[in-house]
């Protein structure tokens, strides 16, 4: 038997509702506003969920996955890059893959 994850549908329609009383009611309707909220609620809902199971599968990452990790990241934060730099990320991404697999 597999558990399933649940999600807090009490805090998805709290911010669901939150989002209808911002809202120009009037101007699109109730029913068309809700719509989005909800969609949105639930997005967020997920995007937070997904984000926790990154950030512990992060803690659980060895410390040279960490350390290559954060090499692409300078590198991808750069605003100009150079010859050096592309052939840098691209031996950096196959040791990512080395050591994932």
């Not at 719509?35 to 512990?56: D, G, I, S, T, V």
Request: hydrophobic share 50%; aromatic share 6%.
């Amino acid at each position: 038997m597999t558990t399933v994850a649940r999600y807090n549908r009490k805090a998805i329609m709290t911010a669901a509702w939150e989002i209808v009383r911002k809202a120009n009611v009037a101007l699109y309707g109730f029913r068309v506003i809700m719509r989005r909220a909800l969609k949105a609620a639930w997005a967020n809902a997920k995007h937070e969920r997904a984000m926790k199971a990154r950030q512990e599968k992060q803690k659980q990452a060895s410390p040279e996955v960490l350390r290559i990790q954060s090499e692409i990241a300078i590198l991808e934060s750069k605003t100009h890059w150079g010859q050096p730099d592309y052939a840098r990320i691209g031996v950096l991404r196959a040791a990512l893959r080395a050591v994932l697999c």
